[in-house]
Structures are given as C-alpha cells and as structure tokens.
C-alpha cells in the first residue's frame, strides 16, 4: 500500500464521517462547518487525480463564496428553538417513505452497472488540467454547458424578481 492509497482512503474516510456529521448535527452552523470539511477532502480527491484546477474551484466556490453565504443567511435566520415548528408524524412518515423510495431507486440504478476493474490513474496524467477541461467542455459538452448557462441565468432572473420588493 504505497502513500497514495492511504491518502485516498483517509480523505474517502474523512469526506464519509464529515458528511455524516453535517446531516446529523442540530446546529446548522456546525453542520455548514462540517460541509466545509467535506469539500475540502473532496479537494484532496481532486489533487490526488491531478486535477489541480478543479480542486482550486473547489475550494474557492463551494467552500468560500457558497458557504460563507450559508453561515450570512444562518446568522440572519432567528434559530430560537421555541420558532421552531413541530412536524407531525404524518409528515415525518412521508419523509422516510420519500427517502426509502430514492434508496431503492438508487439501489435498482447501481445493481446492473458493469464494474470496471480499471482504476484511476492518480498522480500523473493531465486529464484535470484547466486546459484539457476546457477542450472537453467546450468540444464534447458544449450543448448541456450552454443549457446550464441558460438555467443559471434564469434563476439569477428569477431571484432578482422573487426579492425585488414592490
């Protein structure tokens, strides 16, 4: 087991356990912290595949902007738990069969996948590089990222209009 295994199997531990923390934490800001954590070791997947720029986005835009805008809007929202609204057992119920009904889809999806024995090659390589992204987005991918561009644009619009004030 060289040192690249044991870094992608800490950082696949750490991304797991951080995950897992976030979704079972009372405190939302604790929660934002540990999804901070979880995308910085989803960063070191990226630097291990050599794909250094989209660790760089990684860390800049989900980690930075994205999250500093959840801890802003948290900080704003009144987290008193007496605010809080009771769920009753109805809608929790409709939660579970909601969330077992993905699993079991999710299930059924991955079930007849072919498992390739290839693996990823790590450390070495330019597939991650900002250049090669590039050509394949802008080659391959050119038709979804322009569709997503338009969907973007269309929820900034949509946000802009929802909080302009009359």
Do not use: C
């Not at 079972?24 to 901070?36: A, D, E, G, Q």
């Amino acid at each position: 087991m060289n040192i690249t295994t044991i870094l992608f199997w800490f950082l696949t531990a750490l991304a797991l356990l951080s995950a897992l923390m976030m979704i079972t934490r009372k405190n939302p800001i604790y929660s934002v912290i540990w999804l901070i954590m979880t995308f910085f070791s989803i960063s070191g997947h990226y630097l291990l595949l050599n794909a250094q720029f989209l660790a760089v986005v990684n860390i800049i835009v989900y980690a930075g902007a994205i999250m500093v805008l959840f801890l802003y809007v948290l900080m704003l929202m009144d987290l008193k738990k007496d605010s809080e609204p009771r769920k009753n057992k109805l809608v929790k119920l409709a939660g579970a069969v909601a969330g077992g009904t993905l699993l079991l889809v999710l299930v059924a999806a991955l079930k007849d996948i072919d498992i390739k024995m290839d693996k990823a090659q790590t450390g070495y390589g330019d597939i991650g590089l900002i250049e090669n992204l590039g050509k394949a987005l802008f080659n391959e991918y050119v038709i979804p990222f322009e569709v997503s561009s338009i969907l973007f644009l269309s929820a900034m619009v949509g946000a802009v209009v929802i909080g302009k004030k009359d």
